[in-house]
């Protein structure tokens, strides 16, 4: 345990900034989650509302630093892959 005031208040604040991270995150995953399983069910309607939703959600984490920007890059990357391969087999 911290016994400086000041490292006190630091701790205070990692637990808080932990815990909002964590649920940010697993918020952020939550959202890609949906995209692949609106890609699996065959659903194009949802799985591209779901992909515009889970975009701006990997824009924003990797802006704010929540995730690496690459890290974010790749995954809207991915996703993208999914919902463009759905869309061409449902045309073909």
């Known amino acids: ?3 400086i005031a000041s490292a006190k208040k630091r701790l205070r604040q990692n637990v808080v900034r932990r815990e909002k991270n964590r649920a940010d995150r697993s918020r952020l995953r939550n959202i890609c989650k949906k995209v692949i399983k609106a890609v699996s069910e065959g ?3 949802l799985a591209q509302s779901s992909f515009l939703e889970a975009t701006k959600a990997l ?3 990797g802006a ?3 995730i690496h ?3 974010s890059s790749r995954k809207k990357s991915r996703l ?3 919902v ?3 869309k ?3 045309t073909v």
């Open 1 to 3: 345990m911290p016994n």
């Open 43 to 45: 659903n194009v309607d």
């Open 59 to 61: 824009d924003k984490a």
């Open 64 to 66: 704010a630093g929540l």
């Open 69 to 71: 920007r690459n890290t």
């Open 80 to 82: 993208s892959l999914l």
């Open 84 to 86: 463009r391969k759905l």
């Open 88 to 90: 061409q087999s449902k």
